[in-house]
């Protein structure tokens, strides 16, 4: 990756929720409401992501289970793939995606 910044797009409409890679692996962004910072390796196109934590500000509690949902799949990604468009696609354990595309 390399570093940068990549967003969260999900039916063509932004959201509030952005990832930051940096080239000396931290990883940090907002997640909702919340900032989060943790760090990532990859290996090929295996990506861990580890010792993920955020800030702890109330929120709507529909931002606040918009952000639980996005921090728990982050915290179980295992690989990282690109698509046609440059976009990162994160795969969780499950199989479950987090689609983010770079500003």
Not at 31 to 41: D, E, I, K, M, V
Not at 64 to 73: A, I, N, S, V
């Amino acid at each position: 990756m390399g570093g940068g910044r990549y967003r969260r797009w999900r039916h063509h409409r932004p959201l509030t929720r952005d990832l930051n890679f940096a080239a000396d692996g931290q990883l940090f962004g907002r997640a909702s409401c919340n900032r989060y910072q943790g760090q990532y390796t990859l290996d090929g196109d295996t990506l861990t992501i580890s010792r993920l934590a955020g800030t702890l500000m109330a929120c709507a509690p529909a931002l606040m289970h918009q952000e639980d949902k996005f921090l728990g799949l982050l915290k179980q990604v295992q690989k990282i793939e690109r698509d046609d468009t440059g976009a990162l696609i994160l795969v969780s354990e499950s199989k479950q995606r987090i689609l983010a595309r770079r500003e």
